[in-house]
């Protein structure tokens, strides 16, 4: 099982368009394939250090919930957080995502990392759930959709009016 993958993407909009999708983490539904949405917890509202928010994911038929923490927000260069060990789920994971400005464009880079993870579960895992042996793709599909969601938002705000004459 890969401990660790990345991927990117350009993005034909500035940072603080992208930044705008990407930090509120109630939207990853939108572009993730296996987060089905997400909401903030104890109070939060936006990606700061500390603050916390609940994911819900599904993948064929298996359905689970995690509770993430925000390690890092530093508009609009990078967000990254971590899942965070608890119950029936020891392990953690670090997701993080980095925004650089090309030009008029945005380079993301999306990244899984394996923080910790008990060894019979990453068994457990490798065994009887195949596509998260190796999430390289995932996150390759979760960054064209990201993309693809971008420039709908932006031309969706750009359009000229219609029916005036």
Do not use: K
């Not at 890969?2 to 930044?19: G, L």
């Not at 019979?120 to 990201?146: K, N, Q, V, Y």
Request: net charge neutral.
């Amino acid at each position: 099982m890969r401990h660790a993958c990345t991927a990117e993407v350009v993005i034909e909009r500035p940072p603080e368009a992208v930044w705008a999708v990407v930090a509120d983490v109630t939207r990853v539904g939108e572009w993730s394939g296996e987060c089905r949405g997400c909401a903030w917890e104890q109070g939060a509202s936006s990606p700061v250090a500390g603050a916390r928010f609940r994911g819900r994911n599904r993948r064929g038929g298996l359905r689970w919930t995690r509770r993430n923490e925000v390690v890092v927000a530093d508009a609009p260069h990078e967000l990254v957080w971590r899942t965070v060990p608890s119950g029936p789920y020891p392990d953690s994971v670090e997701w993080r995502l980095t925004l650089a400005a090309e030009g008029a464009a945005t380079r993301v880079t999306e990244s899984y990392r394996i923080v910790h993870i008990p060894r019979l579960m990453e068994w457990a895992i490798s065994a009887c759930f195949p596509p998260h042996r190796d999430r390289t793709g995932d996150l390759e599909r979760d960054l064209t959709r990201l993309r693809d969601l971008v420039h709908a938002e932006v031309a969706a705000t750009t359009a000229a009016p219609e029916g005036r004459g």
